[in-house]
């Protein structure tokens, strides 16, 4: 009888490319400034990306870009979830917010950009380019995938 053994990480699709975004811009507003800098169309996904552990539900949303043109699909990811919690007390606060981030290693980055497809390297500077131009972003830059220690949150 023959034996098979299958590696994990034949099953990882590492052909994608993450880009970090800082901004204060809540999730639907940075859509729509990205379809509008970067000509996409970006839509609210009919799913979110959702955790449970311990005590906490978390729920990050959403949005997608497909292109079948070109071959690329395009996800905007939150990397923050606020939730308020509600402590019996006293005091004046009765409630307190508490954030979980989808990668805990980038706490400060908000948003994540993930590009599939084949393309150059060019390609991902110009776009960086393009979202640094937006004036209600701080910042945004290349994340190395391989360097992240919960990477696995970002396959879906």
């Known amino acids: 009888m023959s034996v098979y053994a299958l590696n994990i990480d034949e099953f990882s699709d590492d052909n994608y490319t993450l880009l970090g975004i800082h901004t204060v811009l809540s999730d639907y507003k940075l859509a729509y400034l990205l379809n509008l800098y970067l000509q996409v169309k970006f839509r609210k996904a009919t799913y979110d990306l959702d955790f449970t552990n311990k005590n906490n539900k978390s729920s990050y949303a959403v949005y997608e870009y497909i292109n079948t043109e070109l071959d690329y699909d395009w996800y905007l990811i939150s990397n923050k979830y606020k939730s308020t919690n509600k402590t019996i007390s006293t005091g004046l606060f009765t409630e307190s917010d508490s954030v979980t981030n989808l990668v805990p290693e980038k706490k400060k980055v908000d948003f994540f950009l993930k590009i599939e497809g084949d393309f150059d390297y060019d ?24 360097s992240l220690k919960s990477k696995e949150f970002l396959i879906f």
């Open 123 to 146: 390609y991902i500077v110009k776009t960086i380019e393009k979202i640094n131009k937006i004036p209600q972003i701080i910042t945004s830059y290349k994340i190395e995938v391989e």
